[in-house]
Each structure stands twice: as C-alpha cells, then as structure tokens.
T-cell receptor, first 117, second 109 residues
Framework: GAVVSQHPSRVICKSGTSVKIECRSLDFQATTMFWYRQFPKQSLMLMATSNEGSKATYEQGVEKDKFLINHASLTLSTLTVTSAHPEDSSFYIC?????????????FGPGTRLTVT | GQNIDQPTEMTATEGAIVQINCTYQTSGFNGLFWYQQHAGEAPTFLSYNVLDGLEEKGRFSSFLSRSKGYSYLLLKELQMKDSASYLCAVMDSNYQLIWGAGTKLIIKP
C-alpha cells in the first residue's frame, strides 16, 4: 500500500526557535497533502491543505505566518513552525491524498511529536 | 454545520464482539472511513465505505447507510491489542476528511 513518511518523528526545541517537519509520499505522487494537529484526547484537527505548486489553504484560526507550508514537489510537503511556543507542543500528522478511479483515500504519516520547552 | 458523532468510550471483554456506531451530517459525501489509533501514534486505516452495505475484512466489518447518515464498525473475537481509539471520518464534497472525536475502546480480560 501507499506509504507516507514524516521526519523527524520526535523533536524538542526551545521557545522562539523554528522547526521544520517533512512529509513524503514514498511510492506515489500526491498533488494534495494535508497537515493535522492533534492535542491529547482530541480528534485530529485539519490545519491546512497543501497543493503542489501553489499556496496552501489554511483552516480558520490557523496562522499562516506561523505555520509555513511548502509543497515543492509531488512527493514532499514541509511544515515549518516558526517562533515556536510551548502551546505549539502537539502531535503533527500529515496525510497524502491518493486519487484513484474508484476510491479516494488519505494515507497518513506516522506523525511528529513536537515539544517546545 | 458538519458533525460526526460517536460514543466517547466503550468497554468490552476479550473474545467478545463490539459495535461502534457513528452518525454524520456533512456537506456532500465521498465515503466514510474508520481508523484505529493507539495512544501516541498516527491513525491507521481500517475501512472505507462509499456504498450502502456491509464490508467485511477479517475480524473487522464496517456498515454504511447513507440515507440514515449512519455507520458502524464491528469488531469480533476481541483481543487485548484492539484496545485503542476508533475514529470515524467522512470525506466531504471537497475530498477533505471530517473527523469524529473518536471512541476509546477498553478491552478487559
């Protein structure tokens, strides 16, 4: 099946620094990737939709200047958390949309746990 | 607005059967997904239903009724490793997933 990887899996950073998270579709091309954030005991929350070659579409309440998304190729999207603060500590998950003739599925990456100290 | 409802928590016994229900109201429908999520891990795909009826896959089955906006996930021969959260998600007309809050399933020996 389709595989999506994320790097790093875990990262600890100091408040005020920036962190980049990579999302790669390993064996398929993804014109669209999604970035989610999950806080403890809550459902996944969509942050933004990343489209290859164009600007990302952010959900209401998500600061586009703080969460920079770049979808430079059909297999790579990056999320950069700029000037991170402790409240940004969360589990960040990406997914890639596989559009087929019969089924549309999202394949999820393993997630990145960000801790801001 | 768009809404997905599923029970917050359920408890079942090892070896038994459990049914997790999900009701939804969304703008458009392009399929319903069930995911399993163990604590601290990303959700893993379990099933996808786009037509009415029952889809069986090993110990897990998923049912969909589009007219009722209703789905259930049926888990048979429960094992301790099935203890996890089960997320129901609907793909809307824009091909984006609308997620439920998840059902925490506790399996007791």
């Amino acid at each position: 099946g389709a595989v999506v990887s994320q790097h790093p899996s875990r990262v600890i950073c100091k408040s005020g620094t920036s962190v980049k998270i990579e999302c790669r579709s390993l064996d398929f091309q993804a014109t669209t990737m999604f970035w989610y954030r999950q806080f403890p005991k809550q459902s996944l929350m969509l942050m933004a939709t990343s489209n290859e070659g164009s600007k990302a579409t952010y959900e209401q309440g998500v600061e586009k200047d703080k969460f920079l998304i770049n979808h430079a190729s059909l297999t790579l999207s990056t999320l950069t958390v700029t000037s991170a603060h402790p409240e940004d500590s969360s589990f960040y998950i990406c997914s890639a949309n596989l559009i087929g003739t019969e089924v549309s599925k999202q394949y999820f990456g393993p997630g990145t746990r960000l801790t801001v100290t | 607005g768009q809404n997905i409802d599923q029970p917050t928590e359920m408890t079942a016994t090892e070896g038994a059967i459990v049914q997790i229900n999900c009701t939804y109201q969304t703008s458009g429908f392009n399929g319903l997904f069930w995911y399993q999520q163990h604590a601290g891990e990303a959700p893993t795909f379990l099933s996808y239903n786009v037509l009415d009826g029952l889809e069986e896959k090993g110990r897990f089955s998923s049912f969909l009724s589009r007219s009722k906006g209703y789905s259930y996930l049926l888990l048979k021969e429960l094992q301790m490793k099935d203890s996890a959260s089960y997320l129901c998600a609907v793909m809307d007309s824009n091909y984006q997933l609308i997620w439920g809050a998840g059902t925490k399933l506790i399996i007791k020996p």
